[in-house]
């Protein structure tokens, strides 16, 4: 049981080395803000693709490297890994479930990456969305990143998001990102990387949020 709930719940790791700064989501961004409130918690992000292993882990990724430099914590629960409920597995997708609103309690920020599509919902992100109890993200701001589609589908996906995102306690979303095709550079065989402009986009949503948290949430939340 430990075993699972480590694959779970404790995040996609991402590798322990460092982007270098070219696009001015470096040194001198961190120096603008001062992030000391969270030195005891993080950004938590929940993932609606359907696999680990895309552009979504990509941008998950980048958003790790920005909330590096600012000297951020950041988490992931994706939403693909909810155990099925039945018989087969007794008491894992509770615990599931437990294990991520704990996170989110204890989060600064959620950030819910979800593809933009022509589909009223994102159905994977709402399938874990839907487990949450009422009012989990209350007094936390929310960072939508929409992957794929056209930059018009992300009023159609936040629209579709909005009902979910009310009963859990947001009432606005705190920033939104799109992240198309044009979004990513690709060299050779290198894996798919963020262009500048998508990146300081990206960060520059980052830096809003952490603009908006209030420290005593956090320390309510420790």
């Given at each position: 049981m430990r075993q699972l709930k480590q694959r779970f719940l404790d995040g996609f790791r991402y590798p322990a080395y460092r982007r270098p700064c070219h696009n001015g989501t470096g040194t001198h961004a961190n120096n603008q803000i001062n992030n000391s409130i969270f030195n005891m918690?993080?950004?938590?992000?929940?993932?609606?693709s359907p696999t680990k292993f895309s552009k979504a882990?990509?941008?998950?990724q980048s958003v790790r490297w920005i909330l590096d430099e600012r000297a951020v914590e950041f988490r992931v629960v994706h939403a693909v890994d909810l155990p099925p409920i039945g018989p087969a597995t007794p008491g894992i997708a509770d615990q599931?479930?437990?294990?991520?609103?704990?996170?989110i309690q204890k989060a600064a920020a959620i950030v819910l990456v979800?593809?933009?599509?022509?589909?009223?919902?994102?159905?994977?992100?709402?399938?874990?969305?839907?487990?949450?109890?009422?009012?989990?993200?209350?007094?936390?701001?929310v960072l939508l990143l929409a992957t794929g589609g056209l930059p018009g589908q992300v009023a159609i996906l936040e629209r579709a998001l909005r009902h979910i995102l009310f009963r859990l306690g947001t009432t606005s979303i705190a920033g939104?990102?799109?992240?198309?095709?044009?979004?990513?550079?690709?060299?050779?065989?290198?894996?798919?990387?963020?262009?500048?402009?998508?990146?300081?986009?990206?960060?520059?949503a980052i830096d809003l949020v952490l603009r908006t948290v209030n420290p005593k949430d956090v320390s309510l939340a420790l």
């Open positions: 918690s993080y950004f938590i992000a929940l993932s609606g882990s990509f941008l998950l599931f479930i437990a294990d991520t609103i704990e996170q979800a593809p933009a599509t022509k589909d009223t919902s994102p159905a994977l992100l709402t399938s874990l969305l839907d487990f949450l109890p009422k009012n989990t993200f209350s007094s936390k701001p939104r990102v799109h992240i198309g095709t044009g979004s990513w550079l690709f060299v050779g065989d290198d894996r798919p990387r963020l262009s500048r402009g998508a990146e300081r986009e990206v960060a520059h």
